[in-house]
């Protein structure tokens, strides 16, 4: 499970627009409650001998509960710092009127405390409250009218993000994890940062107005673009559609590539990193992964044996045959480490790389030291070797099904999902037709996206950049990939489709398949 989204928990606008009558400001308007956030600037609807041209600005504040990041941290539902990045994803709002085009948005963090408040008015701003231009709750004003936020420059170092919008309806995706990272630094820490959420709003360029403004919160136009940005509107938390509620979308490489199905002897043949084979030792306790006792998140050492005469059992010595990656030597132990709680890996290639000389069948005893003195589980793996193509390049054609899928899931649980894969043109013997288990071919890269069934919505799209988020794991019994069922709407069906990279044609290639699953409350 590589992906978990955590949803707006406060957002609002804050605006110093004209009220209908073109008169009053609507500074001390409040639309906490409504279902959407607007950014705009609106230059010259009305004007004076005094103020000249009337600038007109609205700004959105959004908050989201880091307090929940931080426990999925602490409970190991998300990796540590470093290895995980968050993305802010706030959707477009279509609406009738004027929309923006060429236009940047910043985001920077909110550096006040402020209330969302309860208005729902976005258009005579009747509803007052807090947060508005004016104040950040009932009992603060802003230092700064229109908000304050962290810069480039502030003492904190916290970034301000910018986003173009060329066309103008995109919705805004940024990536925010080193304002999310210092949010969750320990309270007084030097890169702590208060968790007061987030502002959008125009560049000062495009707003164009003065920093100190004028008595009773007006801020005027002093000369800068006479151009209007008028009006960009995204969904908020309140919004009935799910699936376009902001939310920060935590990503991270989760894959397991367990190559105890897939351990291959090296070849002069094939490049270094295909040579190397990874194993994984899983330690289950009362059906829970737990660390070992006596290793914890420290080493954990591996020895590779020959099998005796059937191949039932290693033998009593370990052949000089491993390639030990950590020491880069050849070794009779392999050094491994921990990878997550209660499981732990190890790599190593194979330096035989005839299949005439090297053993079809090997046996890897799992210890808590180089000499062996206490050994945890001995496993088995049935090497193979590369193949080699001299007809011509590879036609992949592959048919795949869920072996374990159910027609429905509760929206609280978190399920795993296992493929079978096998070659369209696979003619099984009697004896694989007459075997429980046949063997499934494992694909090295491959990745999921969710689709709403009723309207084809894509809710979670395939990961196939550099964060692996949403690749599938393998192991002995082929591939999987874990799904956090949160981040879907009950009462609906979805459906699972894959795709499989083809590296002879350089591309990834969607499988005709789609599995479907409802999710009920």
């Known amino acids: 499970m590589g992906l978990k989204r955590y949803t707006a928990s406060a957002d609002t606008t804050i605006t110093n627009a004209f009220k209908d009558n073109l008169v009053q400001r609507g500074t001390g308007s409040n639309m906490g409650y409504s279902d959407a956030v607007e ?45 995980v990045k968050f993305y ?23 550096s006040s405390s402020w209330n969302e408040g309860t208005g729902l008015d976005m258009d005579n701003y009747s509803d007052p409250g807090n947060a508005n231009w004016m104040s950040a709750s009932t009992t603060t004003a802003w230092s700064n009218l229109g908000g304050d936020y962290r810069d480039d420059n502030d003492a904190s170092g916290a970034p301000v993000y910018r986003q173009t919008f060329p066309l103008g309806y995109e919705d805004l995706s940024i990536e925010i994890t080193p304002t999310v990272e ?52 995204f969904f908020a938390r309140s919004t009935e559609f799910f699936f376009r509620r902001p939310h920060i979308e935590a990503r991270w490489d989760s894959r397991i590539q367990d190559d105890r199905g897939y351990f291959y002897y090296s070849s002069s043949m094939a490049p270094a990193t295909d040579n ?35 191949n039932t059992m290693p033998t009593t010595n370990s052949a000089q045959i491993l390639y030990d990656v950590p020491t880069l030597s050849t070794n009779t132990v392999v050094t491994g480490g921990w990878v997550s709680t209660g499981i732990y890996s190890a790599s190593m290639c194979m330096t035989s790389s005839s299949a005439t000389a ?69 003619s099984p013997t009697i004896y694989t037709v007459a075997t429980r288990n046949n063997p499934t071919e494992i694909i090295d890269s491959a990745s999921y996206k969710i689709i709403r069934m009723v309207d084809d919505l894509e809710v979670i799209p395939y990961g196939t950049g550099s964060e692996f988020s949403t690749y599938l794991s393998f192991d002995v019994t082929g591939n ?19 795709t499989y990279y083809n590296a002879s044609i350089a591309s990834w290639i969607e499988q005709p398949e789609t599995f479907k699953f409802r999710v009920e409350e």
């Open 480 to 498: 999987y990939f874990d799904l956090d069922l949160r981040a879907l709407e009950a009462g609906y069906m979805y459906g699972i489709k894959l």
């Open 182 to 233: 210092r949010w969750m630094q320990t309270s007084g820490t030097a890169l702590h940062i208060d968790n007061y959420g987030l502002g959008l709003f125009l560049t000062s360029s495009q707003e164009a107005y003065a920093a100190a403004g004028t008595a009773g919160g007006v801020l005027e136009n002093t000369g800068g673009a006479d151009v209007s940005y008028y009006t960009k509107t």
């Open 358 to 426: 090297a053993p079809t069948k090997l046996f890897d005893v799992w210890s808590s030291s180089p000499t062996g003195s206490v050994q945890y589980k001995t496993g088995s793996v049935v090497p193979t070797t590369f193949d080699s193509w001299a007809g011509g390049a590879p036609t992949f054609d592959r048919v795949t099904t869920i072996k374990n899928l159910r027609r429905s899931y509760g929206r609280k649980q978190t399920a795993r999902f296992r493929t079978f894969v096998r070659d369209r043109n696979w």
């Open 39 to 83: 950014v705009f600037s609106l230059y010259g609807q009305t004007s004076s001998s005094a103020e000249g041209q009337s600038q007109e600005l609205s700004r959105a504040l959004i908050k989201f509960p880091i307090t929940s990041i931080s426990a999925d941290r602490t409970a190991g539902n998300i990796p540590v710092s470093g290895s």
């Open 88 to 110: 802010l994803k706030i959707f477009n709002a279509r609406h009738p009127w004027t929309l923006p085009q060429d236009f940047t948005l910043v985001v920077a963090a909110v």
């Open 276 to 310: 190397l084979n990874t194993l994984y030792l899983y330690n289950y306790v009362r059906g829970r992964l737990t660390n070992i006792p006596a290793i914890g998140t420290g080493f954990v050492y591996v020895s590779l044996f020959s099998g005796n005469n059937a």
